[in-house]
T-cell receptor, first 113, second 115 residues
Framework: GNSVTQMEGPVTLSEEAFLTINCTYT??????LFWYVQYPGEGLQLLLK?????DKGSNKGFEATYRKETTSFHLEKGSVQVSDSAVYFC????????????FGTGTKLQVIP | GAGVSQSPRYKVAKRGQDVALRCDPI?????LFWYQQALGQGPEFLTY????????KSGLPSDRFFAERPEGSVSTLKIQRTQQEDSAVYLC?????????????FGDGTRLSIL
């Protein structure tokens, strides 16, 4: 079956530090890959996505590249802000079918001033 | 509003009681999903509807869990004879259609606590 493994948190960084959250996956076929974010007190929302190998998803300064050869989709940001403090979920959905999503366990990021 | 709406936001029930959780998806969205999110974990799939048809219920933990979407819009997740292990956040998500790469739009969830 499909699975997503992401680095455990919590991750604590100082403002303007570089962020990497590692994510690897196991899937059959050619899944689409996502990063969802959950800010405190809010629901899950899409941060970025990539639908095929070598695609780069980007949003709000965050980036992730779909690496089929290493089955990875690591999230990066060059300079984090306090407002980036949230829980980040790596996820995938199968190609074809109805796009059931498999999530990782989430990584909590805390950015301190 | 324009987003996915779930109610109630919080639900406390005694063990053995039945509960019903409601989801109002974005208008016109064909696909509707229910997920269960335990504390400190990622959401786990429960069931999927395409319009009014329940095409996948493989994630429902037991026959105490039942979901419906009779008119292809609002959905209800019902849990009978609740147990403490049912305590979790229940998330509903919808998407316009089942196509590759289609992201899902999530509601804020219902936090269920079983005493």
């Amino acid at each position: 079956g499909n699975s997503v493994t992401q680095m455990e948190g919590p991750v604590t960084l100082s403002e303007e530090a570089f962020l990497t959250i590692n994510c690897t996956y196991t899937a059959t076929g050619y899944p689409s890959l996502f990063w969802y974010v959950q800010y405190p007190g809010e629901g899950l929302q899409l941060l970025l996505k990539a639908t095929k190998a070598d695609d780069k998803g980007s949003n709000k300064g965050f980036e992730a590249t779909y690496r089929k050869e290493t089955t990875s989709f690591h999230l990066e940001k060059g300079s984090v802000q306090v407002s980036d403090s949230a829980v980040y979920f790596c996820a995938l959905s199968d190609s074809g079918g109805y796009q059931k999503v498999t999530f990782g366990t989430g990584t909590k990021l805390q950015v301190i001033p | 509003g324009a987003g996915v709406s779930q109610s109630p936001r919080y639900k406390v029930a005694k063990r053995g009681q039945d509960v019903a959780l409601r989801c109002d998806p974005i208008s016109g969205h064909v696909s509707l999903f229910w997920y269960q999110q335990a504390l400190g974990q990622g959401p786990e799939f429960l069931t999927y509807f395409q319009n009014e048809a329940q095409l996948d219920k493989s994630g429902l933990p037991s026959d105490r869990f039942f979901a419906e979407r009779p008119e292809g819009s609002v959905s209800t997740l019902k849990i009978q004879r609740t147990q403490q292990e049912d305590s979790a956040v229940y998330l509903c998500a919808s998407s316009p259609e089942p196509t590759d790469g289609q992201p899902q739009h999530f509601g804020d969830g219902t936090r269920l606590s079983i005493l």
